[in-house]
């Protein structure tokens, strides 16, 4: 059995955390079984590897795999059926998106989200998330949710995205790969924070969407979002 370690809230099934949903989806598309185990923020001692102190961490018979990027290869290595990236071309424009969410979604992302998601997580958390938070952005929380632009920022980012949408059903073209799942994280993080539209979508990138909603039997739409909890 594989075990997906992955970061909860205050209530433990509303697990938001990105980089875990492009893991989850990697072992939906692989059709392999896996279990998933809520992990605290703040408490590092329960990770598989404390030291570490991130997730997605997956867990395969004692074998420990940490970060996304290698534990979608280690997939396709010990599971090379239904590859995540068919040819190097593949892998490399997953690489491009990766890149892409990190300068030019998650920075316009973060500041509409933070302090959402500081209101649901665990009060055991706060002072931790506070702290870390803080010392990434160089500002305080509340300073973060009011930068001016994001939503103008986020819809530059998606027309950008909408290009290749309005021409494939998917980023990796007729059927999703590495790519679709890379990008996909920031929007369930967004959706299991809050259901509230922040920006205008264009059309391909909301079709897409619920494309990706629907993948795996609604596996991403049927996730708990902390509005519902
Ligand atoms: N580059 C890493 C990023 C992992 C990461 O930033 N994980 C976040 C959750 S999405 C985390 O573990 N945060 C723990 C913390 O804030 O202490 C990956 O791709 O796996």
Redesign the pocket.
């Known amino acids: 059995m594989l075990t997906l370690f992955e970061?909860a809230l205050a209530d433990e099934d509303v697990r938001p955390?990105?980089?875990?949903w492009i893991v989850k989806f990697a072992l939906l598309h692989k059709g392999v079984q896996f279990e998933t185990k809520p992990l605290p923020?703040a408490d590092k001692s329960k990770y598989p590897d404390p030291e570490y102190?991130?997730?997605?961490v997956l867990v395969s018979d004692g074998e420990v795999v940490k970060?996304?990027?290698v534990i979608t290869q280690w997939l396709d290595r010990k599971y090379p059926q239904n590859p995540l990236v068919a040819s190097k071309a593949e892998k490399a424009a997953a690489e491009f998106y990766a890149a892409w969410i990190g300068s030019a979604l998650y920075p316009a992302l973060a500041p509409m989200l933070m302090m959402r998601l500081f209101s649901v997580i665990a009060e055991t958390d706060k002072p931790y998330f506070r702290q870390?938070r803080e010392g990434r952005f160089g500002k305080t929380l509340e300073e973060v949710a009011a930068t001016p632009g994001v939503a103008e920022r986020a819809e530059a980012a998606l027309a950008v995205l909408a290009a290749p949408l309005a021409n494939h059903r998917y980023l990796g073209g007729s059927a999703p790969n590495l790519a679709d799942y890379i990008v996909f994280g920031p929007f369930m993080w967004q959706r299991l924070v809050t259901m509230t539209e922040l920006y205008e979508t264009p059309a391909p990138v909301a079709q897409w969407r619920e494309r990706m909603l629907d993948l795996y039997g609604g596996y991403a739409r049927d996730a708990k979002s902390a509005e519902a909890a």
């Open positions: 970061l955390s990105p980089y875990c923020f102190g991130k997730v997605p970060e996304s990027a870390t």
